[in-house]
């Protein structure tokens, strides 16, 4: 049973920094590509960043680059993003997603909120 746990969310003030967290099981986490979704309130889920099974290559959403970072340790299968120069914008529930599945597989979800 794939399982996806999301840490490291919080308060955090516009222009600081947050690391998240998904530590996974239940599949062979190495196998897999990784991402990171959000959803900010009143809008829709959106793609922020996809890592790929080893780790070799990375793609993020516009509103993201140059500040964001995604990466992965397949030892303890688990995947970051680093995310820095926050916004308030980047207010969201932040969730962790695999392509496993006929649907796919979800974390719960951790809470960002940039706020002064």
């Known amino acids: 049973q794939v399982q996806l746990v999301e840490s490291g969310g919080g308060l955090v003030q516009p222009g600081g920094s947050l690391r998240l967290s998904c530590a996974a099981s239940?599949?062979?986490?190495?196998?897999?590509?990784m991402s990171w979704y959000r959803q900010g309130p009143g809008k829709e889920r959106e793609l922020v960043a996809t890592?790929?099974?080893?780790?070799?290559?990375?793609n993020y959403a516009d509103s993201v680059k140059g500040r964001f970072t995604i990466s992965r340790d397949n030892a303890k299968r688990t995947v970051y993003l680093q995310m820095n120069r926050l916004k308030p914008e980047d207010t969201a529930v932040y969730y962790c997603?695999?392509?496993?599945?006929?649907?796919?597989?979800w974390g719960q979800g951790t809470q960002v909120t940039v706020s002064s």
């Open positions: 997603y695999v392509p496993k599945g006929r649907l796919g597989s």
């Open positions: 239940g599949f062979i986490f190495s196998g897999y590509a």
């Open positions: 890592v790929t099974s080893a780790g070799g290559s990375t």
